[in-house]
């Protein structure tokens, strides 16, 4: 597993916003990629998918599933007992081509709860479009205070208590995930994937620790160890909470998020945007900032937009055409 880089300030455990910063608020239209005027957007992308191969931009295909392959047994975060970590698998069917992209899918629940099954939906409608695509289960710590460390409503040495478990919890899920990616990778002739071209997305904890494993898990300045490297992000409702980690060797990133999302600060996703395209990470934003829905919320109230939107991303940075 590649180096940790530790954690020296987080979004979630520091008050509300301010730890990312007060970056401005960008337009209430979402913008498509960054270098992409705003107002030709929908033009852009209409022509471009015009272009792209109809197996990544239609439904096209009957999935098949396999459920709960183990991919790792690790140490329990709080008690250190073994947990098996597993995932389910969505492949098209009567598919010719035997290597196909990968998406892996990360759940959301504060670091504490959640399931595989929440992204079930997700992961089956981008294996009709011709991805293998998997959602995984990592480890939780149900008793943890993210929520409560992030509203500032703890103090003293239960703040550093708890602060600490916090980060343990978002560590630990960053790890799980590029654990299930290098696995699926190894396993790519079985699974009939091509391990050279990746995704990971995810939703709420989900899409935190999809950006973690896209911008944290190389050496500054340097790409990410292979094997667990990724092409691309997708996140709902996610930003990075490890300081000084975003560089020019990061994956692409598509971020969706809501102006008053309560559980993730707007303004760690927009810092999260505006680093990343500062060291000239390509950074598609949909941003609705009059809203407030979270992660599976405002993707399904935007779903057709942003997953035409999305098609093209993952067209473009996995190079499918």
Not at 32 to 47: H, I, S
Not at 193 to 215: F, L, M, N
Not at 267 to 280: D, F, H, K, L
Not at 292 to 316: K, P, T
Request: one cysteine or more; charged letters at 15%.
């Amino acid at each position: 597993m590649p180096r940790r880089r530790a954690i020296t300030a987080l979004c979630v455990l520091a008050l509300a916003a301010s730890a990312c910063g007060s970056a401005p608020r960008t337009a209430l239209s979402p913008a498509a990629l960054t270098e992409v005027p705003a107002a030709a957007d929908g033009d852009v992308v209409a022509r471009r998918m015009a272009f792209a191969p109809e197996r990544y931009r239609t439904p096209t295909f009957e999935t098949t599933a396999s459920f709960q392959l183990t991919y790792a047994t690790k140490p329990h975060l709080v008690n250190g007992l073994p947990v098996t970590l597993q995932l389910d698998m969505f492949r098209p069917a009567n598919d010719v081509i035997a290597a196909r992209p990968l998406i892996v899918w990360v759940h959301g629940g504060g670091f504490s709860g959640g399931n595989r099954e929440s992204m079930a939906g997700v992961a089956q409608a981008y294996a009709r479009l011709g991805y293998v695509t998997a959602t995984i289960s990592y480890r939780l710590d149900s008793g943890n205070q993210c929520l409560q460390v992030q509203a500032g409503l703890l103090t003293g040495q239960q703040l550093i208590t708890e602060r600490a478990r916090c980060e343990r919890a978002i560590l630990g899920a960053r790890d799980d995930a590029a654990s299930a990616v290098a696995w699926l990778r190894a396993n790519a002739v079985t699974f009939g994937i091509d391990p050279s071209r990746v995704a990971i997305g995810g939703a709420s904890a989900g899409a935190i620790t999809a950006i973690h494993v896209g911008q944290t898990l190389n050496t500054p300045g340097g790409p990410a160890p292979a094997d667990v490297q990724v092409s691309a992000v997708l996140a709902m409702s996610g930003c990075n909470y490890i300081e000084d980690s975003i560089d020019a060797a990061d994956a692409p990133v598509a971020l969706l998020a809501s102006g008053g999302d309560p559980l993730v600060p707007f303004a760690c996703t927009v810092a999260t945007a505006e680093q990343a395209i500062a060291v000239g990470t390509p950074v598609m934003r949909h941003f609705y900032e009059l809203e407030s829905s979270h992660a599976q919320g405002i993707y399904g109230a935007h779903q057709a937009e942003v997953d035409r939107a999305w098609r093209l991303f993952l067209i473009d940075h996995l190079e499918l055409i």
